[in-house]
């Protein structure tokens, strides 16, 4: 059974037209992370939320925004998506920020025409 | 320098053989290291985690660390066409939430 489920799989998006991508998790961890990942390069953090507290990554853009409603969601809105934001957009999870492995889900393939 | 380093391949290795993927870590006071393996398309998906100096085995796959140079490894026997995939090094940095950062990964063809 999936334990951390991301919505749509896949996203076409208009450029400029906000769009909110999902993530939904039944490990109830505490650590909930968001990635962007393009092709061939390295998944790179937007933020993560620990609990309620949310950390945003120095060099993520403001374009770029997250809502944690409760423990098992986390979504991420893109507010004017360019066609440098067409990546996929992966949401994990972990128990703690200590020493735990982050369990991923299988991702948000965005498509901005 | 990257925080987190790996040779992107891609790496060929016939079927039955050893493939062995290299990490070097920036971050001196790392206390946690994984890999994961990533088929084309689809997300990350954990193979092993290792805190401690020395070698951890899992089945087919064997994962090496040495903090004093900075360097974790993996190693796959027996390597099946299967195991064709990008392998991603990724380390827990040490200090504030300890985020976890991802080198760009080693892509791996097994060939049969």
């Known amino acids: 059974d999936a334990m951390v489920i991301q919505n749509p799989r896949y996203q076409v998006t208009q450029f400029g037209k906000p769009v909110t991508l999902s993530c939904s998790q039944t490990?109830?961890?505490?650590?909930m992370y968001w990635y962007q990942q393009k092709s061939s390069q390295a998944p790179k953090l937007l933020f993560h939320?620990?609990?309620?507290?949310?950390?945003n990554e120095a060099d993520t853009p403001d374009n770029f925004q997250s809502r944690r409603p409760n423990t098992s969601f986390c979504f991420l809105d893109i507010r004017s998506p360019g066609l440098g934001d067409a990546a996929m957009y992966l949401c994990?999870?972990?128990?703690?920020?200590?020493?735990?492995?982050?369990?991923f889900g299988q991702g948000t393939r965005l498509t901005v025409v | 320098q990257k925080e987190v380093e790996q040779n992107s391949g891609p790496l060929s290795v016939p079927e039955g053989a050893i493939a062995s993927l290299n990490c070097t870590y920036s971050?001196?006071?790392?206390?946690?290291f994984f890999w994961y393996r990533q088929y084309s398309g689809k997300s990350p998906e954990l193979i092993m985690f290792?805190?401690?100096?020395g070698d951890k085995e899992d089945g087919r796959f064997t994962a090496q660390l040495n903090k004093a140079s900075q360097y974790v490894s993996l190693l796959i026997r027996d390597s099946q066409p299967s195991d064709s995939a990008t392998y991603l090094c990724?380390?827990?940095?040490?200090?504030?939430?300890?985020?976890?950062?991802f080198g760009i990964g080693t892509k791996l063809q097994v060939i049969p």
């Open positions: 971050d001196r006071g790392s206390q946690s």
């Open positions: 490990l109830n961890h505490n650590v």
């Open positions: 939320y620990y609990d309620k507290d949310f950390n």
């Open positions: 290792i805190y401690s100096n």
């Open positions: 990724a380390v827990r940095s040490s200090g504030g939430y300890q985020k976890v950062t």
């Open positions: 994990a999870t972990s128990r703690d920020t200590g020493v735990t492995e982050a369990f």
